[in-house]
Nanobody, 127 residues
Framework: VQLQASGGGSVQSGGSLRLSCAMS????????IGWFRQAPGKEREGVAC????????AYAEDLKGRFTISRDNAKNTVHLEMNNVRPEDSAVYYC?????????????????????WGKGTQVTVSS
């Protein structure tokens, strides 16, 4: 399984970005994909994810209403729509999956247990 994240860039506060995570080597049917981010000096944290068992989505509490995770099965790709971005959203964004993706809200756990990481994509939000 390989994951490739893309779509990052520089945007002004209040703007929007759409990140993409393309999977190769397998299909989304067998995995729950999550988005994570890591800002300088901070630990990597879960942003949003799909649960493999029932296809539901989960979001970090403070991102609800601004970020939306979606999937395009035909393109084997998961997207993260980021709206009304803020400077504190600046980070390297990663997509990942693992055995824990079976469980609801897995990416928001302290032990998300990602087995496969995509290369990160940088998001920079200026004020």
């Amino acid at each position: 399984v390989q994951l490739q994240a893309s779509g990052g860039g520089s945007v002004q506060s209040g703007g929007s970005l759409r990140l993409s995570c393309a999977m190769s080597g397998s299909t989304l049917d067998f995995y729950g994909i999550g988005w994570f981010r890591q800002a300088p000096g901070k630990e990597r944290e879960g942003v949003a994810c799909f649960t493999h068992s029932d296809g539901s989505s989960a979001y970090a509490e403070d991102l609800k209403g601004r970020f939306t995770i979606s999937r395009d099965n035909a393109k084997n790709t998961v997207h993260l729509e980021m709206n009304n971005v803020r400077p504190e959203d600046s980070a390297v964004y990663y997509c990942g999956t693992g055995s824990n993706a079976w469980y609801k809200g897995w990416c928001l756990s302290d032990y998300y247990g990602v087995d496969y990481w995509g290369k990160g994509t940088q998001v920079t939000v200026s004020s």
